[in-house]
């Protein structure tokens, strides 16, 4: 599965941003897609993710600010990012774990910097 992402940016604190994967080259419904973040010097770590039925998972730093979602129908996943704060800035890659092969596929990361 080949993953795009996109909507990374610069934004002040407080600001919001929505990130986009669109998912292409295999059927969609198998992954389970997440968002992985990486901050320099730091490894990569679990943002979130989202099963084909829609359980989500969040990392305890972004519980009740963002929120992951999927439309199935355009094979694409979505961060919404609220009340950014200057230590989510980090490269943003998107991520599919296919169910049963557990087979995981990366997107090529988007740079999200939280500053004023």
């Known amino acids: 599965v080949q993953l795009q992402a996109s909507g990374g940016g610069l934004v002040q604190p407080g600001g919001s941003l929505r990130l986009s994967c669109a998912a292409s080259?295999?059927?969609?419904?198998?992954?389970?897609m997440g968002w992985y973040r990486q901050a320099p010097g730091k490894q990569r770590d679990l943002v979130a993710s989202?099963?084909?039925?829609?359980?989500?998972n969040y990392a305890d730093s972004v519980k009740g600010r963002f929120t992951i979602s999927r439309d199935n129908a355009k094979n694409t996943v979505y961060l919404q990012m609220n009340s950014l704060k200057p230590e989510d800035t980090a490269v943003y890659y998107c991520?599919?774990?296919?169910?049963?092969?557990?087979?995981?596929?990366w997107g090529q990361g988007t740079l999200v910097t939280v500053s004023s």
């Open positions: 989202i099963t084909s039925d829609g359980n989500t």
């Open positions: 991520n599919a774990q296919h169910i049963i092969t557990r087979r995981t596929f």
């Open positions: 080259g295999s059927i969609f419904r198998f992954y389970v």
